[in-house]
C-alpha cells in the first residue's frame, strides 16, 4: 500500500517534467525504490515537504541509471539553495554556516530526516528541541524560564529560541562589537513585548517597552548608542526570565541587590527601590509620579501661558509705538526731545558680563545636550547626539555645562551676599537694600510696573518706565534660584545616584528624572522664546540688545526705558559715575556679537525642533 501511494505521487511527478533524462534510460522513482526502500518509506516521503519531488529534483546530477548502477555516476551532496535561495542567504551568513569554535553544521544537521521531513507550521516546541540537539547549557537555563514554560503549554505568543536569535540569520553573540551586542540585549525582547495587544491577552505588563524608553537607559538606546547603559537582559538575563517573585529571578527582592550592582557597584536595598517601569501617567500604580507629573505639567502650561499672552499683547503694542515714531520722524518731529541721546553710561560692570557669558555657554552646552534625550524619538535628536559621538560623549559635555552652571550660581550668591551685608551700619539698612530700587528682590513697585504696563499694552495708559530692573528681569533672575534647586537639585541626584540612593528610596530617582526633564523644557522654553523676545526680539530693541555684552547704554535709551533710575541717580548726583569715556572697539563689538548672535541663533532652531517634536514629530508630552 506505502508503496502503491508513492508510486502514485511520483508518476505524477514525471508526467509534470520530474524526471532525468540520459538518452533512453529513465532514473525514475520506481526504479530508485527498488535499491532503496531500506532508506526511503515511500508513505513517510510522500507525507513530506518533499513528497511532492522526485528523486532527481534534489539528485540532479544522476541523469543516467545505468552509470549509476554500475557505480560510474554518484551523487554529490545536495545543494539545498537550488529552492531555498533565501534560507540559504540567511543561513550562510549565520554562526552556524561559518566555522565558529569548531561548529559548522550543514541544512540537514536541524532539518534531519530529510526524506521525512515535514513543515513545522510554527511549531516552536519543535523548533526548541532542535536547538536544545547542541545548545543543551543554554537550553537547560532557558528551560526553566516562563518563556519556555509557555511554549511547552503551548502558547504561540511566548518566546521560543527561534523568536529571539531566528530561524536561519542566527549571529555569534560573542563575536558581535560591542554596539551590536549592546543592541541585541534588548532589540530582540522588544519584538514582542512592544506588542500592548499581546501583553494584554498573556497578562503580561503592556508597556514595559514604552517605561523602558522613557527612561535615560531607554533614551540612549532609543538615540543609537546602547553600549553604555542597561538593557533587557542585563537585568532580567538572556534565557532565565522568570516572575520577579520567583526566588531564583534576577530580579527577586533577594537578587535585586545584586542585579543593579552589575552597573552600579554601591547599590544598596534602598537604591533598588528604584521604579524600573514607573509609569507617570498610571495614578493607581505610581500616584506620586502621577502627581509630580501633574505637578509639573501645570507649572509649564501656567508660566508659558502668562509669559507667551505677554509677549504678544507687548509685540502688537511695539509695533504701534514704532509706527508712532516713524509718522512722528518723517513729519520733522520727533517724540521725546533727549539732550545728547548718544552720550554712553555704563550699565553692566565686567564680571557681570562674564557671568552672563557663562550663563550662555553652559545653558547652550545643557540645551544642545539635554534637548536630544528629551526628544529621543525624533530623527534630529539622533543627529546631534551622533554629532557628539554618542550619549556617553554628550553626558560629559551635560556636566561641564552644569558645573558652569554652579560657578555662575555661586557667584551670585556671592555678589547678593556682599550687597546684602557688606558694611551693613544697622539692621533696618538690610530690608531698604533688599527691597531698595537696587535689588533684583521683587517689592510692592513691581506690581505698579505690571499693571502699568498691561495698561499700555491694551492702550489705557502712557508705557511706563522703570528702575534699574523691571519685573521681567527679576523674574528671570529669581528663576536661577528655582531651577538650581529644581533642575540643579534633581540633576546632582541623577548625576550620583549611589551616593543619594545610600539613603533615600530609589522611587526619587523616579522624581527626579520627571522634574529634571519637565523643568528643563520649561527652561529652554522660556528662554529661546519669552527671554529672547524680552531681550532681543521686542519692536524696539530687534534684532540684539548688545549690553549685556559691553555694558553700555545710550542715554536716550537710560531715560525713555529707566527714566525712575535716572532720576534717582540725578537726584543722588551720581550720574557721572556711571558715564562712559571711551566706548567698546570694534573688535570686541564684532567677536561678542558674533558670539550674541550665535547663541540667539542656535536657541531659534532648537526652539523650530521642540515645535516640530510636538506637531508634526507625533512626541507626547
Known amino acids: ?58 539528485h540532479i546530477e544522476l541523469t543516467d541509471l545505468d552509470a549509476h548502477m554500475e557505480g560510474e555516476l554518484m551523487p554529490n551532496p ?35 530526516g530529510i526524506h521525512e521531513l515535514t513543515a513545522w507550521n510554527g511549531d516552536k516546541q519543535r523548533a526548541n528541541e532542535t536547538c536544545r540537539s547542541c545548545h543543551d547549557t543554554a537550553f537547560d537555563e532557558y528551560h526553566t524560564s516562563i518563556h519556555a514554560k509557555g511554549v511547552e503549554g503551548g502558547n504561540a505568543d511566548s518566546a521560543a529560541c527561534v523568536d529571539c536569535h531566528g530561524l536561519h540569520t542566527i549571529a555569534s553573540v560573542e563575536s558581535m562589537g560591542v554596539r551590536e551586542r549592546a543592541l541585541f540585549r534588548t532589540e530582540p525582547c522588544m519584538t514582542c513585548h512592544a506588542d500592548e495587544e499581546m501583553m494584554t491577552r498573556n497578562g503580561v505588563f503592556p508597556v514595559a517597552v514604552k517605561s523602558y524608553l522613557e527612561s535615560y537607559h531607554g533614551k540612549s538606546f532609543h538615540l543609537g548608542h546602547p553600549e553604555n547603559i542597561a538593557g533587557c537582559s542585563d537585568c532580567h ?86 509706527n508712532e515714531k516713524k509718522k512722528a520722524l518723517a513729519a520733522g518731529g520727533h517724540l521725546h526731545h533727549i539732550e545728547n541721546p548718544h552720550k554712553i553710561y555704563r550699565r553692566f560692570t565686567s564680571v557681570h558680563i562674564f557671568m552672563h557669558l557663562l550663563v550662555i555657554t553652559s545653558f547652550l552646552l545643557l540645551s544642545l545636550t539635554g534637548l536630544p534625550v528629551k526628544f529621543s524619538d525624533q530623527a534630529w535628536a539622533k543627529v546631534l547626539m551622533d554629532f557628539f559621538g554618542g550619549s556617553a560623549n554628550a553626558a560629559l559635555l551635560h556636566r561641564l555645562g552644569a558645573a558652569i552652571t554652579f560657578l555662575y550660581f555661586a557667584m551670585a550668591l556671592i555678589k547678593s551676599a556682599k550687597y546684602l551685608f557688606y558694611k551693613l551700619q544697622y539692621p533696618a539698612e538690610f530690608f531698604q537694600r533688599l527691597f531698595g530700587p537696587e535689588s533684583l528682590c521683587p517689592n510692592l513697585r513691581d506690581i505698579n510696573d505690571v499693571t502699568a504696563m498691561v495698561r499700555w499694552f491694551l492702550f489705557l495708559g502712557p508705557k511706563p518706565t522703570f528702575e534699574r530692573w523691571t519685573y521681567w528681569e527679576k523674574f528671570d533672575f529669581l528663576a536661577v534660584f528655582w531651577g538650581m534647586f529644581a533642575i540643579g537639585g534633581s540633576g546632582l541626584m541623577l548625576w550620583f545616584p549611589e551616593f543619594f540612593g545610600a539613603a533615600l528610596p530609589g522611587w526619587v530617582f523616579n522624581v527626579a528624572t520627571i522634574i529634571h526633564s519637565d523643568e528643563a523644557l520649561l527652561a529652554t ?11 532681543h526680539g521686542r519692536p524696539e530693541k530687534f534684532p540684539m540688545d548688545f549690553v549685556i555684552f559691553n555694558g553700555e547704554l545710550p542715554k536716550e535709551e537710560f531715560v525713555e526705558e529707566r527714566g525712575d533710575q535716572w532720576k534717582r541717580y540725578e537726584e543722588e548726583g551720581i550720574l557721572e559715575q556711571y558715564e562712559v569715556e571711551k566706548s567698546s572697539g570694534a573688535l570686541y563689538d564684532f567677536i561678542f556679537k558674533g558670539f550674541g548672535f550665535t547663541a540667539v541663533l542656535i536657541g531659534v532652531a532648537l526652539t523650530l525642533l521642540m515645535i516640530y517634536a510636538f506637531t508634526v514629530g507625533g512626541h507626547h508630552f
Open 1 to 58: 500500500m506505502r508503496k502503491f501511494l508513492f508510486y502514485s505521487v511520483l508518476l505524477l511527478v514525471l508526467l509534470c517534467g520530474g524526471q532525468a533524462v540520459a538518452g533512453d534510460t529513465i532514473a525514475s522513482p520506481e526504479a530508485c525504490l527498488e535499491c532503496h526502500d531500506d532508506v526511503i518509506e515511500a508513505e513517510d516521503f510522500t507525507a513530506s515537504i518533499h513528497g511532492a519531488n522526485g528523486c532527481v529534483a534534489c
Open 78 to 112: 545536495v545543494d539545498c539553495a537550488r529552492c531555498h535561495k533565501q534560507e540559504f542567504k540567511e543561513y550562510f551568513d549565520s554562526v552556524h554556516h561559518f566555522d565558529h569554535a569548531n561548529i559548522n553544521l550543514s541544512c540537514t544537521s536541524c532539518h534531519e
Open 237 to 322: 538575563t538572556a534565557h532565565q526570565v522568570l516572575p520577579n517573585e520567583d526566588p531564583d529571578s534576577s530580579l527577586s527582592s533577594e537578587n535585586l541587590v545584586v542585579a543593579c550592582g552589575q552597573c552600579h557597584e554601591n547599590a544598596t536595598s534602598q537604591f533598588v527601590k528604584f521604579y524600573s517601569h514607573g509609569d507617570m501617567t498610571d495614578k493607581n500604580n505610581y500616584p506620586i509620579l502621577y502627581y509630580t507629573y501633574l505637578a509639573m505639567s501645570l507649572l509649564l502650561v501656567s508660566t508659558f501661558g502668562v509669559f507667551w499672552i505677554h509677549s504678544l499683547l507687548w509685540m502688537f503694542r511695539g509695533f504701534i509705538e514704532n
Open 525 to 535: 522654553g522660556f528662554i529661546f522664546t519669552v527671554h529672547f523676545f524680552n531681550t
